[in-house]
């Protein structure tokens, strides 16, 4: 969902993008994007010849929001850079770009690899239509590492991996579970009405004040989207 800026915000952000700091112009390009400003696309686009790499990658990130692909060979580079090759694999797995496959596949196969990011790579070849993502996911909601579970069940509802609604749900409703936080949120994201009366169960459990809360949001969020179609 974009986020709502002002007119007013929004002109100072289109200016920003041709302004001469490049943390404002990238910051910017993210501001316009997360807004859903297809009007200032075009000047995105521009700042993928950046000569600042980070704002030219900030860029390619943007311009995934809005589901456009320019900034694939950017986010492709990005995936030899150890501090941004998580958000790469977002911006990819946003795309589910062909142009990216062989190279998420070189780096899903890497030897050493930070759990999360194999992770995020097997959402990425899960959404470009590669089997070996969706079995590593699957196998991963099963992990004994808790880092790694949470983030399998969180990734998939936003994937909405086959039986995610009725997989997350019982780990909501099983009070043992120490992922039940990461099932509400997997549930958000997964966005389906069905989910609704586990989750209002959820936000009205006193025992647990930081699951009620995001229950509670997730909640409104659904209840949210659901008018609106």
Do not use: Y
């Amino acid at each position: 969902m974009a986020t709502p800026h002002p007119p007013a915000d929004l002109a100072s952000l289109r200016q920003a993008l041709a302004g001469e700091d490049s943390v404002e112009r990238a910051a910017a390009a993210e501001a316009l994007a997360e807004a859903g400003d297809e009007a200032s696309r075009p000047a995105i686009r521009a700042l993928l010849a950046d000569p600042d790499p980070i704002t030219a990658f900030r860029a390619a990130c943007a311009l995934s929001l809005f589901g456009d692909e320019a900034g694939t060979a950017v986010l492709v580079w990005a995936l030899g850079k150890r501090d941004l090759c998580f958000e790469a694999l977002r911006a990819i797995t946003r795309l589910a770009s062909s142009a990216a496959l062989e190279p998420v596949r070189q780096f899903f196969a890497r030897r050493w690899l930070h759990p999360l990011e194999r992770l995020q790579a097997a959402a990425a070849l899960h959404a470009m239509k590669d089997a070996s993502g969706t079995e590593h996911l699957e196998r991963c909601r099963n992990s004994q590492r808790p880092e790694e579970r949470g983030f399998a069940l969180e990734l998939a509802g936003a994937l909405r991996l086959p039986g995610a609604l009725e997989i997350l749900r019982g780990v909501l409703e099983d009070e043992r579970d120490a992922h039940r936080l990461d099932a509400a949120r997997g549930l958000w994201l997964l966005g389906d009405p069905r989910a609704l009366p586990v989750l209002e169960r959820a936000a009205r459990d006193p025992a647990d004040p930081e699951l009620a809360e995001l229950a509670a949001q997730a909640v409104e969020a659904i209840r949210a989207a659901d008018r609106n179609d």
